[in-house]
């Protein structure tokens, strides 16, 4: 894949807790591309670094060595102020708890991104999104007034409304009973099957894996192997194949 094909791309990416005999190698020398209108999945094991690679592709965690691109931006050299407005005008974020505000309704919500950055929606594209997401009649509810598969709906939303670069969902289905699960994955694959829109997805579970183009495994904070047109059964025996190999004390990260 060339640079102008990926959406975000780590290159050389370490990132490196404490020194001597208690350093840690969160990540070591990982280099990715996650191409444009792709649906990427991040799996290991637990502290196989995963997480650390989601918070750097973001721009949240700055790589000990080498450079982390959103498209020709190197985020690693980018001054504070000009990361922030980067992640709130290019970067979409799903996480796992949701993370919406209770005194806002569900559109409110889901706008709150241009609201902040001083933009007015896209009033047909806000209208596709919340099509796609089937909350047309709940738009007017506060997030206490929703179940939890549709907390995270509107969330997949607000991520998409400002038709961001890249949606990086952490563990966007750890909250959620299967059912919504499945609805918040579907969502999410017909935003790149339908919108052309790029998303890397955490996750631990193999069933929503398998809704992705493809699968990167760390362990031991370095990528271990690649894994295209996943199923839920083939994720499953590379994991396995991963947590035999490891060792008893796993690392941070």
Known sequence: ????????????????????????????????????GRFTAIMGPSGSG???LLHCLAGLDKPSD???QLGEVD??????????????????????????VPTLTALE?????????????????????????GLSDRLSHKPAELSGGQQQRVACARALVSRPDVVLADEPTGNLDSRSSADVLDFLHRSVRDFGQTVVMVTHDPSAASYADRVLFL???????????PTAESV???MKKLETTQPAE????
Do not use: C
């Open 1 to 36: 894949m060339g640079v102008a094909d990926a959406a975000v791309r780590a290159v050389g990416v370490w990132k490196v807790y404490g020194g001597g005999q208690t350093r840690v190698d969160a990540l070591a020398d990982v280099s990715a591309d996650f191409g444009k």
């Open 66 to 68: 080498g450079t982390v």
């Open 236 to 238: 499953l025996d590379t």
């Open 219 to 229: 362990a031991d904070g370095t990528l271990q192997s690649e894994l295209l047109d």
């Open 109 to 133: 919500n889901i706008t709150l991104p241009l609201d902040l950055a001083g933009r007015k929606p896209d009033q047909e594209w806000l209208t596709t999104v919340i099509d796609a997401i």
């Open 50 to 52: 995963k997480s650390t």
């Open 75 to 100: 985020l690693t050299t980018l001054p504070e102020k000009q990361l922030t407005h980067l992640r709130r005008d290019r970067i979409g974020f799903v996480f796992q708890a949701f993370n919406l």
């Open 250 to 253: 796993p690392v941070a990260g």
